[in-house]
């Protein structure tokens, strides 16, 4: 069972360049969402998505867009890399949205450097 | 909005000695859920404990438990007998309840560095 899985593990980029994480689930879970991980700051919700066709802003958005087209996969794209945007990425998804426990799986993060 | 506070950036333990975390929190929500995580050098976030707010006991897994004081919007984690394997951030997270919400949203705090040593 592989659970959360996100790629690449490690990248870097140069500012104004373009990318996308990549993430995905196989335990058919309805909720996904990014966060992003900051010295001193915790994780912070960027994007979630309670199913698929179904995207919202978290509390740090700006610079990031993601869709949703399967109950599978979750990709967070950054249209044009800031060095703001160095941090670490998680992926993290829950069985269903609102009730049971809400424990939320995570994937292995993504390390993210913009020169 | 929901806060999570955690006032300990970093913690030092001796092995086989027992550590107290804390934890505050603010809502104006009676019924939520609060996490602890671990997240070792592997950076891999580990789910440690859970505690429904509706429940007067505190949760235990085996050396990990948790001190709940609701009206005092606290949530520390103790770990006892600590282990070397111990060793790593710490993040609370709180969750509404959320019936009929539309997110499953964790706050997390800033998290506490533990250091074990032998």
């Known amino acids: 069972n592989a659970g959360v899985t996100q790629t690449p593990k490690f990248q870097v980029l140069k500012t104004g360049q373009s990318m996308t994480l990549q993430c995905a689930q196989d335990?058919?879970?309805?909720?996904m969402s990014w966060y992003r991980q900051d010295p001193g700051m915790g994780l912070r919700l960027i994007h979630y998505?309670?199913?698929?066709?179904?995207?919202d802003q978290g509390e740090v958005p700006n610079g990031y867009n993601v869709s949703r087209s399967t109950t599978e996969d979750f990709p967070l794209r950054l249209l044009s890399a800031a060095p703001s945007q160095t941090s670490v990425y998680f992926c993290a998804s829950s069985l269903r949205t609102g009730g049971g426990t809400g424990e939320l799986f995570f994937g292995e993060g993504s390390r993210l450097t913009v020169l | 909005a929901q806060t999570v506070t955690q006032s300990q950036p970093e913690m030092s333990v001796q092995e086989a000695e027992t550590v107290t975390l804390s934890c505050t929190y603010d809502t104006s929500e009676s019924d939520y859920y609060l996490f602890w995580y671990k997240q070792p050098p592997s950076r891999q976030m580990i789910l440690v404990i859970r505690q429904e707010a509706y429940k007067q006991q505190n949760a235990t897994e085996n050396r990990f438990s948790v001190n709940f004081q609701k009206a005092a919007k606290s949530f520390s984690l103790k770990i006892s007998d600590s282990q070397l394997g111990d060793a790593a951030m710490y993040f609370c997270?709180?969750?509404?309840?959320?019936?009929?919400?539309?997110?499953?949203?964790?706050?997390f705090g800033t998290g506490t560095l533990l250091a074990v040593q032998p």
């Open positions: 997270a709180y969750r509404d309840l959320n019936y009929g919400g539309a997110t499953n949203k964790l706050i």
């Open positions: 998505s309670v199913g698929a066709g179904i995207t």
């Open positions: 335990m058919n879970h309805e909720y």
